[in-house]
């Protein structure tokens, strides 16, 4: 199109150049010189074409090309837009751990650390561990009381893996009662105070058992938060009582390590579905619950010996626990005392557990005792799985004892969400089964946390 344009523009001059060559030899046909004449009319000719020629130049356009940021219209910043329904809170908290043990190895199948299912006979004398908890809460309530919300935390460990706490959807009446359906825990029946090494995050129903170690019952099984399943709760308030039932709908084998229950390899058949009722009573700094816990789905899973199923599931426990809370009304100077006790009635076993602690002024100290009777037991395969590490090998009465204490340094460089806890535990087996002689075995260690909210 442009070289178009420029051929138009060339064909002009040359026709208005003709044109005033013509008008210029009509003028001077009588007047001027021939000479003259000629010469004139080239030089006015040459003019006019230089003319336009420079006419022609400025009259195409020039494009600039650049590179620049877009620039938007709106000078706004982006907006968070929310739904309008809830109230939304963010929050999380860091929580890293640097232990020391006495030496490799485990008496019991407590778990120690939020990067273990559970302490293996292969534990490092020096570990770093510990997880990052974000959280995403939701809250709704209408003016007659009325209320629905959710709650979400994810888990990323030291060890490059992603888990969870919660998630969990409820609704109810406030003061009254409540519905929750999800991953979650139910009540606390065993409560441990500022424990830093016992208590963990992730999955609490799972792992809890490993075949060969002695086991610390503390009604958890059917509390919630399993990686196979998830739990159905409904509660009630009526002054100072507290109601609930927790449901938790999980396959029962993952509550063993190895799934393996006295030397023995399982077969899931079907999922379990523990019903977990308590009964609360509170009275300003003093409260108490009784709870228990059942699988209620025979033959979910067992073995089978010489074609013939044998069901392992059948698990009923108990639970009573006590607190008496004085730091509600003194903080500074208050102590939180809890004492509790837990009793497991199982397929060819019984656990008995109990446990107390105090916290007052910053320092904390606790012990437990836990007694397993094994009526049966199946040696053929434990040793793939212990590596001559296992202390249950045989029927017969095994006692653990557990002390732990801890120390807290809070406001670290001066800042209210940052605390540091310096804990420590002991541990003792004290082994008497009925073939054999009796033994025993300690370990102990020592952990520096880190704790940081935000």
């Not at 109810?172 to 999800?182: F, L, P, S």
């Amino acid at each position: 199109m442009s070289r178009a344009k420029s051929l138009n523009l060339s064909q002009a001059a040359l026709l208005l150049s003709l044109r005033q060559f013509l008008s210029v030899s009509n003028q001077c046909r009588n007047d001027c010189p021939p000479k003259v004449n000629a010469e004139k009319r080239a030089s006015d000719a040459e003019a006019q074409i230089r003319s336009l020629k420079q006419q022609q130049v400025a009259a195409t356009p020039t494009v600039n090309v650049q590179s620049a940021e877009p620039i938007a219209a709106d000078k706004t910043p982006p907006k968070l837009t929310l739904s309008g329904f809830s109230d939304i809170k963010f929050y999380g908290d860091v929580e890293f751990n640097m232990d020391a043990a006495s030496r490799s190895g485990s008496l019991t199948s407590m778990r120690t650390s939020a990067n273990k299912d559970w302490a293996s006979g292969t534990n490092e004398r020096w570990d770093i561990n510990g997880r990052l908890l974000l959280g995403f809460d939701g809250y709704q309530r209408l003016d007659n009381g009325n209320f629905a919300g959710f709650s979400v935390q994810p888990l990323a460990d030291l060890t490059g893996k992603m888990n969870l706490d919660d998630a969990v959807f409820f609704f109810g009446r406030e003061n009254d009662w409540k519905i929750k359906v999800g991953r979650f825990e139910a009540y606390d029946m065993f409560p441990l105070n500022q424990d830093t090494f016992i208590e963990y995050s992730g999955n609490t129903a799972n792992d809890l058992y490993s075949d060969g170690y002695g086991y610390i019952y503390m009604m958890k099984e059917g509390r919630g938060r399993s990686d196979s399943g998830g739990n159905f709760l409904l509660s009630k308030t009526i002054d100072n009582w507290y109601f609930e039932v927790n449901t938790l709908l999980e396959n029962g084998s993952t509550l063993y390590t190895e799934k393996q229950y006295h030397g023995m390899d399982l077969t899931n058949d079907k999922n379990v579905a523990y019903v977990r009722p308590v009964i609360a009573w509170q009275n300003g700094r003093f409260s108490t619950a009784i709870a228990m816990e059942s699988n209620v789905v025979n033959n979910a899973y067992g073995y089978y010996e010489n074609g013939k199923w044998i069901d392992q599931s059948d698990r009923t426990g108990y639970g009573f626990t006590m607190t008496w809370n004085g730091q509600k009304t003194d903080p500074e100077d208050g102590a939180v005392i809890n004492l509790n006790t837990a009793y497991m009635d199982a397929t060819d076993e019984t656990d008995f557990t109990a446990g107390v602690n105090a916290l007052w002024h910053r320092f904390e100290l606790g012990y437990i005792y836990a007694h397993n009777k094994i009526e049966a037991f199946n040696a053929t395969n434990i040793d793939a799985v212990c590596e001559d590490d296992c202390w249950i090998t045989d029927p017969g009465n095994y006692d653990i004892h557990t002390i732990h204490a801890s120390y807290l340094f809070p406001n670290v460089m001066d800042m209210k969400n940052f605390n540091i806890y310096l804990g420590a535990y002991a541990s003792w087996v004290e082994a008497n089964p009925n073939n054999g002689d009796n033994s025993e075995d300690a370990r102990y260690g020592g952990r520096l946390r880190f704790k940081y909210f935000f």
